[in-house]
């Protein structure tokens, strides 16, 4: 009996065993918490990267004073009807043409039919809009001389943001490039509530006059003021309708007229049924353009002129 | 021999419990800061991008980088960035890492004038976008630099540093 082994306490025992317990559950709430954090990192990385905001309240809602006029201008012009407008969509989408003028067909587009290379020895001259031509890489920038802000004033006085950072203006730009066309995209930037039309068309018809100067054999296109969303906060800020909109890009056509210059309805190709900016082609502030937007208009545009 | 088995016993339990509670709290801190230092400047950005609400954004080219922010492809061994492709908003931000700590800096220099000139240009363009420049940032660390302006460049800031 005297090599009998001593017993320990019970509660030393009873106490190593809450221990080891607690040892466990802390443990396993480490290793819960490990794979957590593991998991939120695997979930996140596999969100898609374009983040959009949709859902334009409609028309029908809102103070009648630019829906109406906006309505009333492109009556005319129903809007264009379009079966997908994702983005990164390699899907063709297919809009129709309706503008009732001349220069512009009844035949239906393919949307994403555009070749890059169509307009490879182009230039387009515009603002913070057409800056999205290459930022989305739908064009190369050395095609582009845009600028936000950028007006038709500017065009020819302030430095566009340009591929080669050089600082000149669009003017000078294309004048060292000579292009074969050059499409002007130019106006939104000018319009306000109350402001004097007269003022950013006189600017246009200079930067036509100087471009055709610099630029004797490149051909000239101008392009509409493009529409804006019911409820566009850049707009807001501008204080810009439709109705204003309109109003200009009447006039700007009337003057591609009597220079010879072929006129492009862009406006009436992107408003819905409502007669404002299609909210499925509009950024948030409603005014610019998502990356489909640009699809649209090069597809509009190349399907003209080929 | 019984006093001191218990004695052992008892400091054993102590030592473990005292060790594993400290693995526990800390080791969520540094488990987490070895998995941001261990992701890709691609997966940051990708994160951020799904973590705060951004207009369209689209990913900048290393041809972007030298003719927008003056970032030659030789200063930086990787990166990933990202801007608002309608030019809309000035949503942009970045993470790059530089080939050594000399290239670093000069690319922090390089952000920190693309946030100043693009802070001039939205000034008159979108004032109610002027609130994302409130507390945007360019942050050197080692051989890395990240920027960020946006909504939320708090959030920006813990995610991509």
Known sequence: MSDRRPKLPKYIIVLNIIMIVIILVICGLAFSLAFSVINSGDESSSEPYYVETEDTPSAAEDEPTAATTAVTTTAATPPVSMTKQTQNTTEPIVFTTQDTSSSVSDDPVEVGFYDKSFFSDDLFIGDSISTGLYLYNKLDQKNVAAAIGYTPYKAYTEAADLYDGSGRSALEYASSLQPKRIFIMLGSNGLSAGGDLSILESSYRTLIEKLTEACPDSKLYCISVTPITADSSAAEYSGVTNEIISEFNTDIKAMCSELGIKYFDLYSKLTDSTGYFSSEYSEVDGMHFKGTTYDVMLSYLQSELS | ?161
């Open chain 2, 1 to 161: 021999m019984k006093k001191i088995t218990i004695i052992m016993a008892g400091i054993i339990s102590c030592a473990m419990l005292a060790g594993c509670g400290n693995t526990a709290s800390s080791g969520s801190e540094s488990s987490a800061s070895e998995s941001a230092a261990s992701k890709t400047p691609a997966e940051k950005t990708a994160e951020l991008l799904a973590a705060v609400e951004f207009p369209s954004m689209v990913e900048l080219t290393s041809d972007d980088l030298s003719a927008r922010y003056s970032i030659e492809p030789d200063e930086i061994s990787g990166f990933s960035a990202y801007i608002c492709g309608s030019g809309a908003m000035p949503d942009e931000f970045g993470v790059f890492e530089a080939v050594d700590e000399d290239n670093a800096a000069e690319i922090k220099t390089a952000l920190e004038e693309r946030i100043e000139k693009q802070r001039d240009t939205y000034a008159d363009y979108t004032p109610g976008e002027m609130y994302k420049f409130d507390d945007c940032f360019v942050k050197q660390n080692g051989t890395t630099v990240i920027y960020a302006i946006c909504a939320d460049n708090s959030a920006a800031e813990d995610i991509l540093g």
